[in-house]
């Protein structure tokens, strides 16, 4: 569940560059069972034996999906980097911080799993900081071409340092 949470997470904000909520989520997961219903497909009303599926994502698998959804955004901006293009990182740096806020009102109150994987989220979030401390600061010494390179041997050398790899 918190797969596919990650995963529709992830679609919505590389459509509306926001995140989505549980409610949308939950929208989505409803579905009509039509058991020996009309081929015409009748679309004014719902056939005499349909019924109406839902399944509900939990507050807590919500919470784990959006947290491992930032490791599928600091992908993003490593790769955005590597295709030539320098808004998305600093875009996704205050998106991730938003999030990283939102985890912090949370703190111990939440899921057990929340706190593991909240180290996740502020490698994360470091991680995107630092490339875009990198662009601002040395971006202009750096070819754009060989920028890929720079931020994948750090990114590769950071997870070393904290035994991750």
């Known amino acids: 569940i918190q797969e596919y949470v990650e995963a529709i997470s992830f679609l919505h904000y590389i459509r509306h560059r926001s995140l989505i909520s549980l409610e949308e989520i939950n929208a989505r997961l409803v579905f009509m069972n039509t058991e ?22 939990t507050p807590a698998d919500y ?58 989220l502020r490698q994360s979030l470091g991680k995107v900081e630092d490339a875009c401390y990198t662009l601002r600061v040395r971006g202009s010494e750096i070819p754009k071409h060989m920028l890929a390179d720079v931020f994948c041997s750090r990114t590769t050398h950071m997870d070393t340092e904290e035994g991750v790899v």
Do not use: W
Not at 95 to 101: A, K
């Open 36 to 57: 020996n219903s009309d081929p015409k497909g009748s679309a004014e009303a719902p056939p005499s034996g349909a019924r109406v599926l839902t399944f509900q994502v």
């Open 63 to 120: 919470l784990l999906g959006v947290a491992d959804l930032t490791g599928e955004l600091m992908r993003l901006c490593i790769g955005s980097v590597g295709n030539g293009d320098i808004d998305t990182p600093f875009q996704l740096s205050q998106f991730l911080r938003q999030i990283h806020d939102g985890f912090s009102y949370i703190g111990n109150t939440g899921p057990y799993e929340v706190s593991k994987k909240l180290h996740t």
